[in-house]
């Protein structure tokens, strides 16, 4: 008689940022206690350990950015910086007990559902296999940097380049000449901490950013008591969220009819506005001009701060919206024939987005009967059920997924699907089964129901502003970033899912009652 391996683990996470860390506290707390977390970096924390660049903070209140089991009131800042916030998330793993729990320099380049044997395969890039039954992948929203920045001759300039992900902090910018490729969520934060040392910033724009002001400060020593007390945190934060909450479910729940006009006056009024503010804030004409958006403030993500425009007014910063034509050994030269020469090139190009199709390679998480995840997202669109649960994959779900951004903090989205994939792991153990896998006509039905109520927002990405490059828009055409529902509605359908909509198998291949 053959013997069934057994897996080294019960759930492997994989991923040890702000997604990784809620997975473990959660099975924790859930009494799984045989799990393993495998991260590619040498430290917890995901983005705010991978990225150390100057200028780097968070863009939303702190309030709003920390878990509700692992609440802070002594943070410095209203925006905490980079630091800080890492300190946080190394804090609350080691607190919570989950950093002896994660294998450093374990990048899983590929997960295979062993038919035979009813568990998860995960090759690392070592070499090494990692055996597990259920898996959460927590690999988050940004999944890797752009290795091709999309500009011929990327790979030949001989000064320094750098890049927010893998920043040298060693290398001096004082007195250098510096180019700047980019004018998204980093190179807004890099351009006002650089440009006082600098001795000249160019900064080559594609699509101008809305920039807001900040409103930032110190957190005052008597605040930080109030906040200390119990009860005060999630109050605050709730409302927030109902806020938000009613502003989302106003925009997809109304009727095209009313929604579309309130959406293209809100552009129109917003944008008026704003080139109001730049007037006020920007010195030169031109410069206010090519940093004036035509697109509405939501088409791309805004950002805030009090110093990127005004970095524009400084004698040693220069605006270029001239497209690149290539970049030389020298430096950037542009379409009108001009080089512009550097000591050291910023690459702030972005990065692959989960909510794109590309980001999914062919052969990198293979299910039940050849299901390829790739495959399936080119063919028939990105989709999955609750945004964590894919029909071929088996004890697998996803913490960061296609429609799965509600307006809210990245911790409270990624702590509502970290309670979904404990929530069925448990019941895949109490019923005894091998496995669980999502129903197919479970996830097509909340597909049709999520396609369709994301009309609004399609018509303002893809239609009203359709003409601006965003990740909030995929390449399909379809808005898979945000999740066309309240954040509440989000967290019943997590929280609450009816467990039915699952099936549970044994070995034998037959389904195990409830």
Known sequence: MNTIEKPEFEVAVIGAGPGG???????????????????????????WHENHYPGLGVDIPALAYQYSFARKADWTRVFPLGAEVKKYHVEVAHRFGVHERVRFGAEVEREEWDEDADHWKLRLADGSVVTARFVISAVGAFVRPKVDVGIPGARTFKGKVLRPSSWDDGYDLTGKRVGIIGTGASAVQIIPAIAPEVARLTVFQRTPVWSLPKPDFPVPPALRRVLAVPGVQPFLHGSALVVIDLALR?????????????????????????????????????????LT????????????SNGYLRAYNRDNVELVTTPIEKITPTGVRTGDSTLHR?????LA????VFSDPETYRPGTVLGRNG???????????????QSVSVPGL???WTLVGPYSWTGSGWHAFV?????????????????????????????????????????????YLADLNGHVPTYYRNSQGDTTYVRPSGFFEASRGNRRFPLDDYEYRTRADATVPA
């Open 21 to 47: 860390i809620a997975a473990a506290v959660k099975l924790r707390r859930a009494g799984i206690d045989d799990f393993i977390v495998l991260e590619r970096a040498d430290e917890v924390g995901g983005s």
């Open 342 to 346: 550097f000591d050291a090139l910023i």
């Open 293 to 304: 958006p035509d697109f509405g403030p939501v088409a791309k993500r805004p950002t805030m």
């Open 349 to 352: 190009t972005g990065y692959e």
């Open 250 to 290: 106003l925009a997809i729940g109304a009727p095209s009819s009313v929604v579309h006009p309130v959406m293209d006056r809100f552009d129109a009024v917003c944008r008026s506005l704003y080139r109001r503010y730049l007037t006020y804030v920007i010195k030169d004409p031109a410069t206010r001009a090519a």
């Open 371 to 385: 299901f390829d995840l790739a495959k399936f997202y080119h063919e028939e669109g990105l989709q999955a059920y």
């Open 415 to 459: 702590e509502m699907t970290a309670d979904h994939a404990v929530r069925a792991i448990g019941e895949t153990r109490r019923r005894g089964a091998g496995w669980c896998e999502i129903r197919r006509d479970a996830a097509d039905a909340y597909h049709r129901q999520v396609h369709q109520r994301g009309e609004s927002l399609r018509y």
């Open 394 to 396: 088996p004890n697998r």
